[in-house]
């Protein structure tokens, strides 16, 4: 069974920094084609945030966290991180991890492109 595992949320600062990890079990990441970020925050909708095609390393982000966060895997690990720097209180949500092992030309921005979801993990940014 294809498990994806959250971690690393927490409440910080304004200004501050977050490691979100996503272990992949049950089957290897790089079977996956497309991997990536999405959050929602409370009465809104879940929204993508960022994305990276396993096998190439290519990586594409919301214009809302463009420069500011960076999505990377680590292969032997079976992991994918998501670096979250310069938080604003607007990035509170809680953030999901998600997979699909379809190959999309367009990078997959909507959640019905996705397979598999993590149960999520909560991300609190303090003004």
């Known amino acids: 069974q294809v498990q994806l595992v959250e971690s690393g949320g927490g409440l910080v600062q304004a200004g501050g920094s977050l490691r979100l990890s996503c272990a992949a079990s049950?089957?290897?990441?790089?079977?996956?084609?497309?991997m990536g970020w999405f959050r929602q925050a409370p009465g809104k909708e879940r929204e993508f945030v960022a994305h990276?095609?396993?096998?190439?390393?290519?990586?594409y982000y919301s214009d809302s966290v463009k420069g500011r966060f960076t999505i990377s895997r680590d292969n032997g690990k079976n992991t994918v991180y998501l670096q979250m720097n310069s938080l604003k209180s607007e990035d509170t949500a809680v953030y999901y991890c998600?997979?699909?092992?379809?190959?999309?030309?367009?990078?997959?921005?909507?959640?019905?492109?996705?397979?598999?979801w993590g149960q999520g993990t909560q991300v609190t940014v303090s003004s």
């Open positions: 998600t997979a699909t092992y379809s190959v999309y030309r367009k990078t997959p921005v909507r959640n019905d492109q996705y397979d598999y």
């Open positions: 049950g089957r290897t990441a790089s079977t996956y084609y497309h």
């Open positions: 990276i095609v396993w096998s190439a390393g290519s990586t």
